[in-house]
C-alpha cells in the first residue's frame, strides 16, 4: 500500500485532507437520508454483526456504517498510516462508539485479522489507489467467514458535468476527464474509476452471488435543500485541492492524451470559475452548475 512520493494518492491519504473532505461529505449526505437506507440494506447491518472496514483512514465510514448498525456489534477499522489511525482512535471516543469500534495498524495486502472472522468486509475509495486491487479483494475475502460479504464502494465512469455559461467548458472538462484517468493509469498503475472493473475483479477472487448499486451524488450548486455557506465550503475546499495537485494534474491528463493548451484552458477556467462562485455571496444561490458523480458499491459472498 506504499505510496509513491508526489502522486495523487499522496495528497489524498493527508490527514488533513481526509478529516476535511469526510467532514464536508458528511454535510452533503445529511441532505440524502436514502443514502444510508441504502447502505444499511445492501450491506446487510444488522444487530451482532463484525465488519472490517480495510483502508479506514480516519475512522469516518467506519463510524457511518456504526451509525446505521442497530444494537450490538463490532468493527474493526485498518489502515497503514498511524496519524490517521490516531485520528480515527479521537474521534471514535468523542462519538461514544469506541466499545463497539477498535483500530489496527495493518495492510490491504495482509490484513491483521484472522481467517473467517467478519461477516463483512469492506472498503470505500480504497482499491482506486492500489496497483494490484485484486489481491486486496483476495486478502479481504480471506478475513471473511464462509458465506460472508466482501463489499468495495468506489467511482466508476458514470458521471457528467453541465456548466449552462459555458457549455465548451463542460465538453473540455469531460475529454480532459478521460485523459486524466488515463493518465494516471499510465503513470501510477491505478484506476481512479475502478467501479467498473470491481465486478470482474471480484469473480477473479472467487466470490460468488454478485451484487451491484450505483450510488448518485448530483452536486447542483443552487440546491435548495443545501446551506449556501456549507456550498461554499465545500467550494473553497475543492479549490484549495486543486491548486496543490494542479501539477500533478497536468502531468496525468497529458500523459492521457491531453495537449498542454488544452489543460491550461481547462484548469484557469476552472479556477476562475470556482474563484467567481465564493467571492459572491449571490452567486450560489443563482448558479445552476450542475454536476453528477457515480459511486459504484459492489457486494460478492465468500464460498
Not at 81 to 110: H, Q, V
Not at 230 to 240: A, G, H, I, S
Not at 253 to 271: D, F, P, W
Request: glycine share 8%.
Amino acid at each position: 500500500m506504499a505510496k509513491k512520493k508526489g502522486s495523487i494518492s499522496t495528497h489524498a491519504f493527508k490527514i488533513q485532507y481526509l478529516k476535511r473532505s469526510r467532514e464536508l461529505y458528511r454535510r452533503y449526505l445529511a441532505t440524502r437520508p436514502w443514502v444510508g437506507q441504502l447502505y444499511k440494506s445492501f450491506l446487510g447491518l444488522r444487530p451482532g454483526i463484525r465488519v472490517v472496514d480495510v483502508g479506514c483512514g480516519t475512522g469516518d465510514f467506519t463510524r457511518y456504517l456504526a451509525e446505521l448498525t442497530p444494537g450490538n456489534f463490532k468493527m474493526i477499522g485498518v489502515d497503514t498510516r498511524a496519524p490517521s489511525l490516531r485520528s480515527a482512535f479521537s474521534e471514535t471516543r468523542k462519538a461514544g462508539l469506541a466499545s463497539k469500534i477498535s483500530f489496527r495498524k495493518g495492510d490491504a495486502y495482509n490484513i491483521p485479522v484472522q481467517n473467517g472472522y467478519a461477516d463483512l468486509t469492506c472498503c470505500r475509495t480504497l482499491l482506486m489507489h492500489l496497483t494490484d486491487p485484486l489481491k486486496a479483494v483476495k486478502e479481504m475475502a480471506r478475513v471473511t467467514k464462509p458465506g460472508g460479504t466482501v463489499a468495495a464502494v468506489e467511482h466508476g465512469e458514470a458521471q457528467s458535468v453541465f456548466d449552462p455559461d459555458d457549455e465548451r467548458y463542460a465538453d473540455l472538462a469531460k475529454k480532459l476527464g478521460d485523459a486524466y484517468l488515463k493518465g494516471i493509469r499510465k503513470l501510477e498503475g491505478k484506476d481512479y474509476a475502478i467501479g467498473d472493473r470491481l465486478p470482474t475483479i471480484f469473480r477473479k477472487a472467487g466470490l460468488i452471488e454478485l451484487k451491484a448499486e450505483v450510488q448518485a451524488d448530483p452536486y447542483l450548486i443552487c440546491d435548495a435543500r443545501r446551506k449556501p455557506r456549507d456550498v461554499k465550503d465545500e467550494l473553497m475546499f475543492y479549490l484549495q485541492s486543486y491548486q496543490e495537485t494542479k501539477k500533478l494534474e497536468r502531468k496525468a491528463m497529458i500523459a492521457g492524451g491531453a495537449t498542454r493548451k488544452q489543460v491550461v484552458i481547462l484548469q484557469r477556467k476552472y479556477e476562475t470559475k470556482m474563484k467567481d462562485l465564493i467571492g459572491h455571496d449571490e452567486a450560489i444561490p443563482k448558479s445552476t452548475l450542475f454536476y453528477v458523480g457515480g459511486i459504484y458499491l459492489i457486494t460478492g459472498r465468500t464460498r
